[in-house]
C-alpha cells in the first residue's frame, strides 16, 4: 500500500461514454487504480488503461453519469486494484466492485491482493482428479466436476440456469473428506430478485456461512461488471491457495462481462471484432477461466462454473464460442426439455465434462461411473432416433428393442434427469437411478459396461 | 305322516348349500383381510419409516441451518463492536494527533512535506493551505524553501480545517498534492485498522511473548 501523497490532476479533457481523458499527466501507469472526485465531494474509482502525450484514457467503474469536465478531479493511487482478504469475508456480500453490501464494515484485512491475480506457473499445475458431488444427478452422474475444473453452464434467457447454479452452490461438497470447502458466487448484471433468491437460499440452507457474495444488480453501472469476476476469483485464490480451501467459483452472467467489455471497446473505438466483442475477447476471457486450478504442494483448489446466456439460444454465438475453447467441457441447458417442465434441462447430448474420466472410477467414486455415464449417452442418443423415426412411422412401425429404447429415453428424462430443486441427492441414490434407466433395456444392449458390472447392478424386471 | 317332502328335502339342501358357501366366502374374507392387514401393516411401516427419516433429514437441515445462521450472527456482531472499537481508537488517535505541532519536530516534518509537493508536483509556482495554528511556521519553512531552491511558493491567507499538514495547488490550478494528516490517516487506514483489530483481539501480545520466548 502506497504511504505517499498522490497528485489529484484537475484538468479533465474529455469525458466518452465510461470513458474520462485526462490531461497534463505527469506520472501515471497501465492499470493504476484512480480516484475520481466530483465537485459535490461524491468519490468514484476507475483504472488507467492508456497513458501517453501528457494524457491518460482511465475507465470510471461506476460510470460517468453525473461527472463534469470543470470540477472533476482525479487521484493516481500509485497502486492497482487490490481487494481486502481474510478469512473474515466467509458470509459476507459485497457489490460488483468488492465493497461490502450487508451493512456490516469493511473487513479487517490480512492482505491486499491485486484483483487481476497472478498467473498459475504452469509447472506447478496439478491436473484435476477428486470428484466434486455437487447432488444433481445429471452432473454428478453423467457430467462430473472435478476439483480444479473450469465447467461452464450454457444457457438461454428465462431458463432456470440460476435456479442451478444456486442449488449446486447449497449442496456441492466434497465427499469423504474433513476438508473445508467454500463457495464463491459472483452474480454479474443479475436482477435484484435474482441476487435476493441467491442470497436467501445460501442463508436458508446455512450455506452462507461458507460462501462469499459479490453481487453486481442489472441497474449497477455496466462497467462494474469488468472488475466482479476479478474480485471474486482474487477470493477464490486467496481461500484455497492462502486457506487451503476447495472453492467452487460460480459467475453468472459471463455474457453480461462480455457486454461490458463491448461497452469500453466501443468508446475506445477499437476495431470491432465479430458482433462488435473486442478482438481480445478470447484472451480476457481466458485471463478470467484460466485462474480454476490446483497447485502442486498446495491443498486447496479452485473449480469454475461460469454461466452464460447464449443470445437467441447461438451455441456459436462469440461468447459460448470462445469459453468452449477454453473451458474443459460445457453443460447446455436445453429448451425443449425447459418446455416439456424438466428440471435441470440438461441436455447431455451437447454436454461434456472433459475431466470426468479423471475423476471418477475405483477409489474416487465407484468402478462402474464411467461406463454407466457412457452407456446412458448411448441409450438416450439411440432413445432420440427412435422418437424421431415413431413420429413418422408410429408406435406401431417400431421394433420390440426400438420400443425398450423408448421407454428408456422416457424414464431417462422422468426418473434420472428430472429432479426436484432442493433434493440433493448422494452418489449412489444416481448411480441407482442411472441401473434403473439402463435396466429397462435388454441386457445384450449394455455393450459398454463390463459384464461384471452388469451382474453386479443390472436390475431384472419382475 | 313323514315331514319332509322332497321339496322341503331340495330346499334344506340348498340352504345348507348356501350356508357353506358363505361360510366359506365369509372365510375367505376373513383371510383375505388378514392378509390385507399383513400387507398393509408392513407397507405402513415402510411409510413411516420414510416418514421418519425425512423428518430426521428435515431436522438436521433444520439445525444447520440455525447453528450456520447464529454462528454467522455472533460472527457478525463481533465485527460490529471491532469496529466500534476501531473508531474510538482513530477519534483517539486524531485528537492526540491535533497536538502534534507542539512536537520539536514538527518543522523537519512540515519542511519536508513542502520538499515533497515540489518533488511531486514539478512546478515552482505553488499554494500551499495549512490550518490556522501552522501559518507562521509553514510561512518561515516555505520563505526559507523559497530562498534556498528560488521556487515561489506562496502561503494562502485562508486557513483550511485539517488537524496538520498541507495542501498545495499549482498555480494554474491544474494539479494539487494533499499532505495533510487527515489524508494520511485515510490513506493508511486500512493498514492501521488491521494492527489495531491485532491488539484488541490480543494476537500482538501473543507475538511479541512468542518472540521473547524465542
Redesign the interface.
Known amino acids: ?11 479533465v479533457a474529455e469525458i466518452k461514454g465510461p470513458l474520462m481523458i485526462i ?2 499527466i ?2 501515471a501507469s497501465f492499470d493504476e487504480l484512480v480516484e475520481i472526485e466530483t465537485s459535490d465531494s461524491d468519490r468514484r474509482l476507475g483504472r488507467v488503461l492508456e497513458v501517453g502525450h501528457g494524457k491518460a484514457v482511465v475507465q470510471v467503474f461506476e460510470g460517468t453519469t453525473g461527472l463534469a469536465i470543470s470540477g472533476t ?1 482525479a487521484k493516481f493511487l500509485g497502486k492497482t486494484m487490490a481487494m ?1 482478504v481474510s478469512p ?1 469475508l466467509l ?1 459476507r456480500v459485497f457489490d460488483g466492485l468488492g465493497r461490502p453490501n ?1 451493512g ?3 473487513p ?3 492482505k ?1 491482493l491485486d484483483v487481476n491475480g497472478e498467473p498459475m506457473n504452469p509447472e506447478r499445475r496439478e491436473y484435476p482428479t477428486s470428484f466434486i458431488q455437487t447432488g444433481v444427478s445429471v452432473i454428478d452422474g453423467m457430467l462430473t466436476l472435478v476439483r480444479g475444473q473450469k465447467l461452464p453452464i450454457f444457457s438461454g434467457s428465462g431458463m432456470p440456469h440460476n435456479v442451478l447454479a444456486a442449488q449446486i452452490a447449497r449442496q456441492a461438497t466434497v465427499v469423504g473428506t474433513k476438508e473445508d470447502f467454500a463457495v464463491v458466487f459472483a452474480a454479474i448484471g443479475v436482477q435484484y430478485s435474482e441476487a435476493q433468491y441467491f442470497k436467501r437460499s445460501l ?7 461458507r460462501s462469499v457474495l459479490f453481487l453486481n444488480l442489472a441497474d449497477d453501472p455496466a462497467i462494474e461488471r469488468i472488475i466482479t469476476p476479478r474480485v471474486a476469483l482474487t477470493v477464490a485464490e486467496y481461500l484455497a491457495f492462502d486457506l487451503g480451501m476447495h472453492v467452487l467459483a460460480i459467475l453468472t452472467d459471463m455474457t453480461n462481462y462480455a457486454e461490458a467489455l463491448r461497452e469500453i471497446s466501443a468508446a475506445r473505438e477499437e476495431v470491432p471484432g465479430r458482433k462488435g466483442y473486442p478482438g481480445y475477447l478470447y484472451t480476457d476471457l481466458a485471463n478470467n477461466y484460466e485462474r480454476a486450478g490446483r497447485i502442486r504442494g498446495k491443498n486447496g483448489s479452485v473449480t469454475q462454473v461460469p454461466i452464460l446466456s447464449m443470445p437467441a439460444d447461438d451455441i456459436t454465438h462469440p461468447i459460448p464460442d470462445l469459453t468452449g475453447y477454453i473451458t474443459e467441457g460445457q453443460i447446455v441447458l436445453g429448451r425443449d426439455l425447459f418446455r416439456k417442465g424438466v428440471y435441470p434441462p440438461v441436455n447431455v447430448l451437447m454436454s461434456l465434462s472433459r475431466l470426468m474420466k479423471d475423476g471418477v472410477g475405483e477409489g474416487k467414486t465407484r468402478s462402474d461411473h464411467m461406463e454407466v455415464g457412457n452407456q446412458l449417452y448411448d441409450a438416450y442418443s439411440r432413445a432420440q432416433e427412435v422418437r424421431a423415426l415413431a413420429e413418422i412411422v408410429g408406435r406401431s412401425g417400431l421394433t420390440g428393442v426400438d420400443l425398450k429404447y423408448l421407454d428408456a429415453g422416457d424414464m431417462f428424462e422422468s426418473h434420472f434427469l428430472k429432479q426436484g430443486k432442493d433434493e440433493n441427492r448422494g452418489l449412489e441414490e444416481t448411480l441407482s437411478r442411472t441401473w434403473d434407466v439402463l435396466s429397462t433395456l435388454p441386457e445384450g444392449e449394455l455393450t459398454k459396461i463390463k459384464e461384471k458390472h452388469v451382474r453386479q447392478y443390472y436390475k431384472e424386471t419382475k | 305322516m313323514s315331514s319332509s317332502s322332497p321339496l322341503e328335502r331340495t330346499i334344506d339342501k340348498v340352504l345348507s348349500q348356501k350356508e357353506s358357501e358363505l361360510i366359506s366366502k365369509i372365510d375367505s374374507a376373513y383371510q383375505e383381510s388378514l392378509r390385507n392387514l399383513d400387507s398393509s401393516k408392513s407397507k405402513l411401516n415402510s411409510e413411516y419409516l420414510a416418514i421418519i427419516e425425512n423428518a430426521r433429514k428435515q431436522a438436521e ?1 433444520l439445525k ?6 447464529s ?2 450472527s455472533a ?2 456482531n463481533q ?2 463492536l ?2 466500534d472499537s476501531v473508531r474510538t481508537v482513530f477519534e483517539m488517535v486524531r485528537k492526540r494527533l491535533s497536538s502534534l505541532h507542539k512536537e520539536p519536530d514538527y518543522e523537519k516534518l512540515m519542511k519536508q512535506a513542502l520538499l ?2 515540489f518533488k ?3 512546478k515552482n509556482d505553488l499554494s500551499i493551505e495549512c490550518n490556522k495554528t501552522d501559518y507562521s511556521l509553514v510561512r518561515k519553512v516555505a520563505d526559507s524553501i523559497n530562498k534556498e531552491m528560488g521556487t515561489k511558493m506562496v502561503v494562502a491567507n485562508k486557513s483550511i480545517d485539517i488537524l496538520g499538514g498541507i495542501r498545495v495547488t499549482s498555480s494554474d ?7 495533510s494528516i487527515d ?2 490517516i485515510e ?2 487506514k ?2 492501521i ?2 494492527n489495531i ?1 491485532q491488539v484488541l483481539r490480543g494476537e500482538r501480545g501473543r507475538e511479541s511473548w512468542s518472540q521473547k520466548v524465542e
Open positions: 500500500m502506497s504511504e505517499s501523497a498522490a497528485i489529484e490532476y484537475t484538468k490531461d497534463g505527469t506520472k478531479k481486502p473474515e458470509g450487508d456490516l464494515p469493511d479487517i484485512a490480512e491486499f442463508e436458508e440452507s446455512g450455506a452462507l456461512r | 437441515n444447520r441451518q440455525i447453528v450456520g445462521s454462528r454467522l460472527r457478525n465485527l460490529i471491532i469496529e515533497n509537493a511531486e508536483m514539478g490550478g491544474t494539479l494539487s498534492y494533499d499532505d489524508s494520511r490513506r493508511l486500512p493498514l485498522r488491521k483489530v
